[in-house]
């Protein structure tokens, strides 16, 4: 609609109240929890013991790695960082290590190794027909311990969406456990290739989060390292995380700007859940925004601007 010069609709400025309940201190959290739930009974000394790392850029991150590391390093185990993010980062031993610095995980900030491959162990097919690939240096360490934020997923919002379970799936399948998941019904796989990936003992505890709206820790679960216990993490966290899940707080707008896209945010570039499953699914548009305008891509996202083709306009920045 064109408004004659000097004729501008009234316009209002309009705030959402989100909870800030969040926990204070994740790295001691962490490591207490690790060491309550029995991390010295599973771990020799000298042990070495690897901590997945994902591409989502999730809240408290450096807390939750160093918390970890912590742990292990009071029971006399030596930790090491795992990119765990299927094909994420060029899909590229180098890029995922690149991709893990665009949010402060370094050798030099964490004062561990991370060790980087693309390669895996096949350890076996699923009932999914799904073969499961297991990264080469998971497959020859002491163990590992799986950290995992349980959220919705831009397909799939009940029961198990991303969390631990696909973590073991996905993060530690490296692109050819992703390829396989993906190609074999991804959430039908997400439930079955764990199965076999917990036969090769050597996933010691799972570290599941639940995050407010403003990315920031607000439950943590230290878990055993058993298939019904990351199940069990991944169903009940998700009820949490859904409560503080942020929502635009209207159904109909004529225009939605997002600041930014990007694969940190979400693997979709914006969140469906946000702006609506029917800009891929089809069916009925709610909520309905006419159009959408991209303003930038984020820093973490490497250049990969997945998901802009969601949106009706873009800057040239983008």
Same mark, same amino acid.
């Given at each position: ?57 999730? #809240? ?6 160093? *918390?970890?590391? @912590?742990?292990?390093? /009071? !029971?006399?185990?030596?930790? &090491? ?95 050819? #456990? ?6 074999? *019904?991804?959430? @039908?796989?997400?439930? /079955? !290739?764990?199965?076999?990936? &917990? ?103 490497? *250049? ?15």
């Amino acid at each position: 609609m064109k408004y004659p010069s000097g004729n501008i609709p009234k316009m209002a400025l309009v705030q959402q109240q989100l909870s800030r309940e969040k926990i204070e201190d994740v790295r001691t959290m962490v490591r207490d929890k690790l060491l309550a739930g029995g991390l010295r009974e599973r771990v020799k000394t000298g042990a070495q013991v690897g901590i997945t790392a994902g591409s989502r850029g999730m #809240g408290g991150f450096m807390e939750l790695i160093g *918390g970890t590391i @912590d742990a292990l390093r /009071a !029971v006399g185990a030596s930790p &090491f960082i795992l990119p765990s993010m299927g094909s994420h980062g060029g899909a590229s031993a180098e890029g995922q290590v690149e991709l893990l610095g665009k949010f402060g995980i370094t050798e030099k900030n964490l004062g561990v190794p991370i060790r980087s491959t693309m390669e895996t162990d096949c350890l076996g097919t699923s009932d999914t027909g799904a073969k499961v690939h297991l990264d080469r240096n998971a497959a020859n360490c002491d163990g590992v311990i799986v950290l995992g934020r349980v959220k919705t997923h831009p397909e799939n919002t009940e029961g198990i969406a991303s969390g631990l379970l696909k973590m073991t799936t996905i993060g530690l399948g490296k692109q050819s #456990g992703a390829q396989e998941a993906h190609s074999h *019904g991804l959430w @039908d796989s997400v439930k /079955a !290739v764990p199965k076999i990936t &917990f036969q090769s003992q050597k996933i010691l505890f799972g570290i599941a989060v639940a995050e407010n709206a403003f990315r920031e820790p607000v439950k943590i679960e230290v878990v055993p390292g058993t298939y019904e216990a990351f199940y069990d993490a991944d169903t009940r966290l998700l009820k949490i995380s859904k409560k503080h899940f942020a929502r635009v707080p209207f159904d109909s707008l004529d225009l939605l700007i997002v600041d930014e896209l990007g694969k940190n945010i979400s693997g979709t570039g914006m969140d469906l859940n946000v702006i609506g499953p029917w800009r891929i699914k089809g069916g009925e548009k709610h909520p309905d925004y006419k159009r959408i305008v991209v303003l930038s891509l984020t820093e973490q996202s490497m *250049g990969n601007g997945l998901g802009i083709g969601l949106s009706d306009f873009t800057t040239e920045r983008f």
